[in-house]
């Protein structure tokens, strides 16, 4: 296995710079981090391109042969990973999510927190659903802390980037989808008749909701009740809440 | 008012003292930060001690009069404040929260992530519950972090920290509380017959879950479905499903 001891190495520079979008989109890659993440990786269907280990790092199972790997010292394995603190495996891999599709699946309008975005795949993965839509403006799904907070989630999910979100779910509309928007001058959630599959669920910003033209392709609009004092939900927690009712 | 223009100003230093909990613990007091939660504040139950103003800020109300304030020139003010960009305007509050009680509380047991314990109580009072018991191990309520998190939750919940979470839960069990542990081993939590309040929903820790000391004392141990591939959910969206669940 080559050792790679230099951050000036040409390779070396180039996975650094996927911790920022633009070196994703450059490259077509993204970097996960961590033996849970490699391991997700390498069952997905994602292609991984190459395997980073650090110094030291033995790994619990043999690395697959076909996919080629590099040795770094410990100050350059902590130098492409955004981790405080890294596990020793880290794995580049190809930009190539399929395509979100399903009879259940959730929107995410300009979601702008890293954590929001992670916890909400996270959600949607656990109670089955089938994939996201993500409209631009959201916090970037192969960011480090958006893949941290998926907890490898977002392996396990079809993910669709649309260039614009409205036309997206009109197309889904037509397609004979219900397209249930989350709003505080909705209608109440639980009172709400059976709303059978296909559906796709609208979660909004964090500070401004659902933006007006996305509410416009909804067939349903929703609130959900809050019969205490706080004014409003974390936009994860309102996911959670609503996904795992149209489970039901 | 009086302006305080030096960072080793006695009163200063006390308040800068508040980011950390051995300074909260010392004083009887935390700080709160913002126009919204010094509002709250305000309106609660615990007595504000002192209101602080950055020099140019101008409240939108007057200010109540028998409350002593003070003036910051930008740099003490930031100096105090945990938020980069502060607002203006902060207030340092009696740590003196009135304890949970009623007819439906949560208890978390080692919670550690802030953002975590401060949407779980931003959820709470959401959805109507009473207040929360906290055991030694969780985020301190009155950190920065988590009191942002709560967005002015915090003063609507009733709040007790117990120091032995188990001997609280066996005592509200012998009032007739019906104590339910979320553990990944439960019972399937849709399928349970009703379970009218009174009741305290338990929430474990992020890693660990609930541990085993605590959930000997549950009268019910649930577990939320997870039909798809993740393996877990993150427990404050966890705590939102089935907190919402139960008040249907």
Redesign the interface.
Known sequence: METLSSLKNSRVMAWRSLKDRKGRLETGSFLVEGIKMVQEALASDYPVETLLLQEGFTPAAPLPEHIPAFLLPPHVFSAVCDTKTPQGIAAVVRLQPRPAAGPRLIALDQVQDP?NVG?IL????????DGALLAPGCADVFSPRVLRAT???VF?LGLSFPAELPEALKDLRSRGYAVLSSQLDGEPF?ERPPIPAPFVLILGNEGNGVSPAVQATATHRFR?P?????????V??????MM??L??
Chains 1, 2 share one sequence.
């Not at 809050?226 to 974390?234: K, T």
Request: proline share 3%; no cysteine; glycine share 18%.
């Open positions: 954590g916890t996270r959600t949607a993965d656990a109670a089955g659903f907890m490898g989630s396990h639980f959900l809050m019969p205490g004092r706080a004014e409003s939900l974390n994860g927690v309102a996911a959670g809440i795992y009712d489970i039901r």
